[in-house]
């Protein structure tokens, strides 16, 4: 069992950046795929970001490569999604997941990850 504790949300200007939390708990190895989601109202959920916990493997959707980076704290068990350059149509509600089993090729697939955050709200807009 692995709790997932999500932080870092808010209301941004277009333009302005922010840098999400991701604090995990109970047992983990090096090859478990953390991923990134987020879903806006009206629309389906969408793959954002992943990486696996050693930070050797990273891998970002189209629309926010080169805008978000992944980075880690090994000693305090979190992971980072950081945020910039936001848009208003990145404004939605962002869930980190982790995927016990390691599938790194199958981190764009929201069904494969076991453990799921809060969700944290993330809002772009002037």
């Known amino acids: 069992q692995v709790d997932l504790v999500e932080s870092g949300g808010g209301l941004v200007q277009p333009g302005g950046s922010l840098r999400l939390s991701c604090g995990f708990s109970?047992?983990?190895?090096?090859?478990?795929?953390m991923g990134w989601f987020r879903q806006a109202p009206g629309k389906e959920r969408e793959f954002v970001a992943a990486s696996n916990l050693s930070g050797t493997n990273t891998y970002y959707a189209d629309s926010v490569k080169g805008r978000f980076t992944i980075s880690r704290d090994n000693a305090e068990n979190t992971v980072y999604l950081g945020m910039n350059s936001l848009r208003p149509e990145d404004t939605a509600v962002y869930y980190c997941?982790?995927?016990?089993?390691?599938?790194?090729?199958?981190?764009?697939?929201?069904?494969?990850?076991?453990?799921w955050g809060q969700g944290t709200q993330v809002t772009v807009s002037s």
């Open positions: 109970g047992r983990t190895n090096s090859n478990y795929v």
């Open positions: 997941a982790l995927d016990a089993r390691g599938r790194w090729g199958e981190r764009r697939d929201a069904r494969i990850y076991w453990y």
